[in-house]
């Protein structure tokens, strides 16, 4: 578990923990990267969006071990939990902007989708929770 | 983060080092444009090669940098770009709209 608040500035160091992750974890270089990516995003829009940029919000995120059947195989993964107690994100709005498109914004969301294999988002008690999953292909976790 | 910012002869060059997360990328695109506007030369070239991570709200810093140079009729090019930098154009299809060279060499020669 790793509890922060939503000051721009622990970005850095969230990127930082969750590329040694990933890389501890077996991931390509690659998966890292792009792991790390979307949840850089994640964070970013809920310091944007569901706290409008107040930067001592609480957030915490959750990692653990996935596991699915896929073709007869085990694949294991990690799943990422992030959590936050701002304002009501609506999921229904959200929106990736048409790639290509010469405008800033509307990427980040993009980002996330392209690198993980489960994107869900839920709202209960007050809390927003966004549970990010990305699998290893046969290949073992290393834990 | 760090900016700094070079001219010779008819070339504007920042040099960026550090991250260009949501941390610092509102700072990147103020520098970017208010220098662009100030300096007017003809061409504009990003160093890259000291910046690890661009985010989604970097990119968008970098292309508002290339609009304000299109619409002053100056060239915007970038060099020295990271992997996950490349990767995160490339993810978002704008590397095509952007001059993207190797090192400041070839970003100057052209």
Known sequence: MMALYSN????TIVRAAVERLTG??????????????????????IVRHSYSNR???????????AQRQ????????LEIILCDRGSGADAT????????????????????HDAMDVVEFSRKDHTNRLRLVKYLGQASLAL | MQISVRRQDRVTIFDLSGDIDFAHSREVRQSLLREIQESRTPRVVI????????DSSGVASLVEGLKASRDL??????????????EVLQLSRLIKI???????????AV
């Open chain 1, 93 to 112: 709005k959200w929106r990736e902007r048409p790639l290509g498109e010469i405008r800033p914004g509307g990427l980040g969301l993009h980002l996330i």
């Open chain 1, 55 to 65: 930067p001592d919000q609480p957030i915490t995120m959750y990692f653990r071990t």
């Open chain 1, 8 to 11: 721009p500035k622990w970005l």
């Open chain 2, 47 to 54: 160093n890259l090669s000291k910046v690890h991570y661009i």
């Open chain 2, 73 to 86: 009729g100056s060239r915007f090019i970038l060099f020295g770009l990271s992997t996950s930098a490349r």
């Open chain 1, 70 to 77: 896929r073709e007869g195989e085990v694949q294991n993964g």
């Open chain 2, 98 to 108: 952007f001059e993207v060279y190797e090192n400041e060499e070839q970003a100057l």
């Open chain 1, 24 to 45: 501890t974890l077996g991931f390509p270089a690659e998966h890292c990267r792009s792991i790390t990516r979307a949840v850089d995003e994640a964070l970013t829009n």
